[in-house]
């Protein structure tokens, strides 16, 4: 299985702020991605997080309020924007490795926004 | 539009008994379902998955059961144990691995 890491673990934000999740995977990953799970709900893909080019959404999620980078294969960042404390949520990536249909996951990052 | 339900929000099960969770799902072009554990503070562990093109797949205790026509899914475990205490996700997906669809996830409780 895939190594997946993620900083921070949590956060306390103002609102109008923004927040940088990190996410590293180890070597055997060649997809990755972002996902949403809002409190007492289930887990939402945000975007698929594509090396060296831009993310792909799903609907719903936008660019300006998510910016995501994927600068090389192992490691990717996403960005929640101009928070509310609808933004208040666990924000996970995952991996998916060539030849494998199973993802794994990061343990999440915490997010609370005042 | 809830694409795979989950509607069982919880199930309690004794020690040693059988665990069955359930989840139905609407979208026909699923082609890959995927059972995950989920312990508070920590990420979703993968368990099993189960491709279209089966029926049934086994992994220790785990054992996926896939019904096409009634487009349902099951995992069972046996025996199960204390540990197993989690929350259960299904989840499905168009593209074998990509872009997975969760449902609503299912709190076991198995009871020593």
């Known amino acids: 299985s895939a190594v997946i890491s993620q900083k921070p673990s949590r956060d306390i934000c103002q609102r109008g702020t923004s927040l940088t999740i990190q996410c590293q995977v180890d070597s055997q990953v060649t997809m990755m991605f972002w996902y949403r799970q809002q409190p007492g709900q289930s887990l939402t893909l945000i975007a698929t997080?594509?090396?060296?080019?831009?993310?792909?959404?799903e609907s719903g999620f936008v660019i300006d309020k998510f910016p995501i980078s994927r600068p090389n294969l192992t490691f990717s960042t996403l960005t929640v924007s101009n928070m509310s404390p609808e933004d208040s949520s666990i924000y996970l990536c995952?991996?998916?490795?060539?030849?494998?249909?199973?993802?794994?996951f990061g343990p999440g990052t915490r997010l609370t926004v005042t | 539009d809830q694409q795979v339900k989950q509607n069982s929000p919880s199930l309690s099960v004794q020690e040693g008994r059988i665990s069955i969770l359930n989840c139905d799902y609407t979208n026909s072009m699923f082609d890959y379902f995927l059972w995950y554990k989920k312990y508070p503070a920590e990420g979703p562990t993968f368990l099993i998955s189960i491709s279209s093109i089966k029926d049934k797949n086994e992994d220790g205790r785990f054992t996926v059961f896939l019904n096409k026509s009634a487009k349902h899914l099951s995992l069972h475990i046996v025996p199960s144990q204390p540990g197993d205490s989690a929350v259960y996700f299904c989840?499905?997906?168009?593209?074998?691995?990509?872009?997975?669809?969760f449902g609503a996830g299912t709190i076991l409780r198995v009871k020593s």
């Open positions: 995952s991996g998916r490795s060539s030849g494998a249909y199973e993802q794994y």
């Open positions: 989840a499905a997906s168009v593209e074998y691995g990509n872009k997975l669809v």
């Open positions: 997080a594509n090396q060296g080019s831009e993310a792909t959404y």
